[in-house]
T-cell receptor, first 116, second 111 residues
Framework: GAGVSQSPRYKVAKRGQDVALRCDPISGHVSLFWYQQALGQGPEFLTYFQNEAQLDKSGLPSDRFFAERPEGSVSTLKIQRTQQEDSAVYLC??????????????FGEGSRLTVL | GENVEQHPSTLSVQEGDSAVIKCTYSDSASNYFPWYKQELGKRPQLIIDIRSNVGEKKDQRIAVTLNKTAKHFSLHITETQPEDSAVYFCAASYTGNQFYFGTGTSLTVIP
């Protein structure tokens, strides 16, 4: 597709359920980021991939959060045993990741997770 | 790590007036400063960016200024229009591996 695609757009989970959020980045983009955006706040960094390598996961709030990008393209963010504080919009972004330095982030529409 | 602060959190202007949003950053190594616009329920989209080797950049009604010494950068929107109403986020990056975002400014342009 032409842009970053995320699914599902909306997810309602009961507390304790596991959820999986998918991100399909722009073809050829090396860098992929996951952000968490609470209502009225800016995006908070969760994790970063360069191709299939997860180079930074310092933003993952707990060991219940896990992300992967096994073939260097599609990425999945998994949240185990969801809790109410996990309710947020999860944004995926990709960029070319060229050696010339930081470049434009292209965001997906986000996955809005509501934990009841 | 980097800390980006953004002010004001809300801003209302009359149509045709100018709007200015300011951000400060803490890490002098940051060298890339993008601004994103996010309309309600939509994805953030880049509107303008600036790198540390320039002090100002302009694109039609939008301009960004950077003061590396003071570690702050600002977004200027002139001749505001109702369609400029949105939340604006500043960000800072120095490696391209992490982008640190401000908390956002909700801009309302009153017709």
């Amino acid at each position: 597709g032409a842009g970053v695609s995320q699914s599902p757009r909306y997810k309602v989970a009961k507390r304790g359920q596991d959820v999986a959020l998918r991100c399909d980045p722009i073809s050829g983009h090396v860098s992929l980021f996951w952000y968490q955006q609470a209502l009225g706040q800016g995006p908070e960094f969760l994790t970063y991939f360069q191709n299939e390598a997860q180079l930074d996961k310092s933003g993952l709030p707990s060991d219940r959060f896990f992300a992967e990008r096994p073939e260097g393209s599609v990425s999945t963010l998994k949240i185990q045993r969801t809790q109410q504080e996990d309710s947020a919009v999860y944004l995926c972004a990709s960029s070319l990741g060229l050696a010339g330095g930081p470049g434009e982030l292209f965001f997906g529409e986000g996955s809005r997770l509501t934990v009841l | 790590g980097e800390n980006v602060e953004q002010h004001p959190s809300t801003l209302s202007v009359q149509e045709g007036d100018s709007a200015v949003i300011k951000c400060t950053y803490s890490d002098s190594a940051s060298n890339y400063f993008p601004w994103y616009k996010q309309e309600l329920g939509k994805r953030p989209q880049l509107i303008i960016d600036i790198r540390s080797n320039v002090g100002e950049k302009k694109d039609q009604r939008i301009a960004v200024t950077l003061n590396k010494t003071a570690k702050h950068f600002s977004l200027h929107i002139t001749e505001t229009q109702p369609e400029d109403s949105a939340v604006y986020f500043c960000a800072a990056s120095y490696t391209g591996n992490q982008f640190y975002f401000g908390t956002g400014t909700s801009l309302t342009v009153i017709p």
